[in-house]
DNA sequence: TATAAAATTTAGATTAGCCTAAATTTTTAA
DNA sequence: TTAAAAATTTAGGCTAATCTAAATTTTATA
């Protein structure tokens, strides 16, 4: 098959594209904490085995096969997430390194029947989409909470953040997944946004409020 | 951590001290699939590490770091292939190859809660016992089928042979773990053995009757 | 629109793990 | 007890993935 670390750079090259419709050398460097110079050597190599549409100095995409194999990376590491959480009790801030190392087993037939053991789940914990074992995956509309206007509500779906930090502080502010909030106060001078859940009321930064994504 | 590959060699080794008692280095080329000179490579990198003791041409044993770190592989594996088996319905014979994988995950704290979730097993599908947390293991005392004399009893309690070959054939006549056996006949002539269990009467060979293992 | 800055690629090395072929040591058996 | 066979190690090389430093290309801006 292919080696993890081709994997994860197609799984990079996949989320770049998603978050910011482009993928270019220097990003995919910082998002997998290694250099340049290294990336370009593995983007031949991608491009050789036809996984990457890859020009150099241009950037890259994912070829329809590479797409598939990312796609299904993302379906392994979200299926582990929700075991990891719903069977094993783990929080939804200790799951991503662990799923991180399960995401690379290679079964397909082990993914499948996790699949069925969890029930078909549609979401991971964070609320990302789980892509189907067709790698068709759900394209979700979501906002940030920030662009809710005053008075406006709308449901917790996902978090543009994933950090354990971020995924703490949600957790203990009970702005969690399902969750529905209404905006009470958003003011252009004030660095805050007010807003009250089913139990209460609080105050939030623009910051948090940028990184809380709603259902549209 | 270590490398799978550094994990893989302590297994391997540790396997062929308690199977055999002594671990040479072609022994450990031929369980691993690789060549001697690889393997004497590894080892110098294993003893400078203090994970074996070993000196040139005189084979290997494990320091009680070098066992601990295989103690912990093996039981990430047997505990992995109960819950194939045991949620995911998987066959025992199924399952060799994906544990392989998943005896890699690093996380401690996922192992001792799969351990928790599957209720803490003794034993693994093939009857394998399971070391705890703190790498305490029970010694079974085994002995191949084929030493019961004629109109002994005793239950299967394992294999000697992990090959799914071996494993479906056993799943077919219905010889499984924890299944009463009495052989019925055996004479040093004839090449099989025959026995009855609860619900039947039948004929196995001498090579089967070796690597089923019974209680004593 | 030239030129400085930023981004990217190339060149040349390094490390882990593996290999083959040759050399060495141990074991076996005549 | 010594010569042949078997086991093991050494020597020298290969590949994947990484790095730094230097060169090249693109982009931004004065």
Redesign the pocket.
């Known amino acids: 098959m292919h080696?993890f670390?081709?994997e994860n750079y197609l799984k990079a090259i996949y989320h770049l594209l998603v978050r910011r419709q482009s993928a270019?050398?220097?990003?995919i460097a910082a998002s997998l904490g290694?250099?340049?110079?290294?990336?370009?050597?593995?983007?031949?190599?991608l491009s050789d085995k036809k996984l990457i549409h890859y020009a150099?100095?241009q950037?890259v995409t994912l070829t329809t096969n590479g797409e598939s194999i990312a796609l299904g990376i993302v379906r392994k590491h979200r299926l582990w997430e929700c075991f990891l959480v719903e069977k094993l009790n783990f929080k939804w801030d200790e799951v991503h390194d662990m799923a991180e190392e399960l995401e690379h087993i290679s079964s397909a037939k082990l993914i499948d029947r996790l699949d069925e053991f969890m029930g078909c789940p549609a979401y991971d914990p964070h609320g990302d989409p789980i892509p189907n074992n067709k790698g068709q995956i759900i394209n979700q509309q979501l906002q940030p909470a920030l662009q809710l206007s005053k008075h406006q509500s709308g449901i917790i779906a996902g978090v543009a953040d994933h950090s354990p930090a971020f995924l703490q502080y949600l957790e203990k502010t009970q702005l969690i997944i399902g969750e529905t909030i209404t905006v009470t106060d958003l003011s252009d001078y004030d660095i805050s946004v007010s807003l009250k859940t089913t139990n209460k009321e609080m105050n939030i930064s623009r910051e948090v409020a940028k990184n809380i994504l709603i259902a549209i």
């Open positions: 080696s670390t081709e270019t050398t220097n990003d290694t250099k340049a110079a290294s990336v370009t050597d593995m983007l031949k190599k150099r100095y950037g």
